[in-house]
């Protein structure tokens, strides 16, 4: 009894050691996880010596601990594990069947005792093999793919990064082709004057607005530069209905001054919606290409949606041509534009954005004449949501 007694004390002090040394910084090993395994065993081991061997049920624990070893251990633990166990109970048999020919037992009480014990070990040895085998090949399967999908996420966050940087970069280059284009116009007609004419105040106000044009360039490159540098290129930012129309118009007023572009703001100027460079480029193209297309006003108007499901959006209207069909048709594909001078990646690009974003982009023609573009955004709460 006092063996018993002190067996379980050995296991509380072990429980206590294992719990403190989980609170522990360094990592637990192989060799010290399967060393706290041995010392479980040795337990059991102890106990089925006083208290009955092969004929204990609590002999079976050994498969719970084989258990544990094909789970969290190499091949080679589980191995040494499975057959240590085996002879642990093949001992325990051999131990136990002696002890039963010296016992006064009848024939029939005999046999039975030894099918018994025969039966519990052939048990055993079966499910030893099965969870050394199975076990261990279904652990090695749950890693191999973890692994391999941390890989693909590791691949499609780098692809997402890429493609955010380029769409970007074609954004920028997209941005950068009126200002060459005005100042190849500017420098072209400064080459056929003579030196007379390149005092007079119209040229005067021509280099200015070249000035104007090369600080445009220098600016768009500059935001790609901060873009790339960042942890999270993508990155989305909280800021006002106010400050997102006043970055918006702060710009076209800059680059079109004489164009007839009007920008209103309704319901709360305060309120927060969702924004990054691509998507201020987005806009910024689309109010270009209804600025080229309009005859006499482009309207911009920001709002917050409440109907339905509440959302940020931003419509664009001109009293232009209307949006060609080809555009139509083909909005989501790059290439497409029905002006010579023009890349057509305007739209691709804002559309590729904004879809990024979790947004979408309608444009349709109005039956009184021009074009409408929706662009509808998801407010913070629900991106987050």
């Known amino acids: 009894m006092n063996l018993i007694f002190g067996l379980i004390g050995a296991i509380l002090i072990s429980v206590i050691l294992g719990y403190w040394r989980l609170q522990k910084a360094w990592i637990v090993s192989h060799e010290e996880l399967f060393c706290h395994l041995l010392i479980d065993v040795i337990f059991l081991i102890i106990l089925l010596v006083i208290t009955g061997g092969a004929g204990n049920p609590l002999i079976s624990y050994l498969l719970v601990l084989l258990s544990v070893t094909a789970t969290l251990l190499p091949k080679v633990y589980v191995k040494t594990f499975a057959v240590g166990g085996i002879l642990i109970y093949t001992s325990f048999l051999f131990g136990d069947l002696q002890i039963e020919r010296s016992m006064n037992m009848g024939p029939e009480e005999e046999t039975f005792f030894e099918l018994h014990l025969l039966g519990m070990w052939v048990i055993f040895l079966v499910s030893a093999i099965l969870i050394s085998v199975l076990i261990t090949r279904m652990v090695s399967t749950i890693q191999n793919r973890e692994i391999n999908l941390a890989k693909a996420r590791e691949k499609e966050m780098r692809s997402e990064q890429l493609v955010a940087i380029g769409t970007l970069a074609a954004g920028t280059a997209h941005a950068l082709g009126t200002p060459l284009s005005t100042m190849s116009v500017l420098l ?98 689309i109010i270009e290409n209804s600025i080229k297309a309009a005859k006499t006003r482009v309207e911009v108007t920001f709002q917050i949606v409440n109907e339905h499901a509440a959302h940020f959006e931003i419509s664009i209207n001109d009293d232009g041509p209307g949006i060609p069909s080809k555009v139509m048709e083909s909005m989501g594909e790059p290439f497409i534009s029905m002006r010579k001078e023009s890349m057509g990646l305007g739209i691709f690009l804002a559309n590729a954005a904004i879809q990024r974003l979790g947004g979408k982009i309608e444009m349709l023609n109005l039956k009184l004449g021009g074009a409408l573009t929706l662009i509808k955004l998801p407010l913070p709460d629900h991106l987050q949501a």
């Open 188 to 285: 072209t007609d400064l080459d056929k004057l003579d030196k007379d004419q390149l005092n007079t105040t119209e040229v005067r106000q021509d280099i200015s607005l070249l000035k104007q044009q090369v600080t445009r360039c220098k600016r768009s490159l500059s935001q790609l530069t901060q873009y790339y540098n960042k942890d999270n290129p993508d990155q989305e930012e909280k800021i006002t209905l106010e400050d997102f129309r006043g970055d918006v118009q702060d710009y076209i007023v800059n680059i079109y001054p004489s164009a007839p572009v009007s920008f209103i703001a309704i319901g709360d100027s305060n309120s927060e919606v969702i924004s990054n460079l691509s998507i201020k480029h987005a806009v910024i193209n």
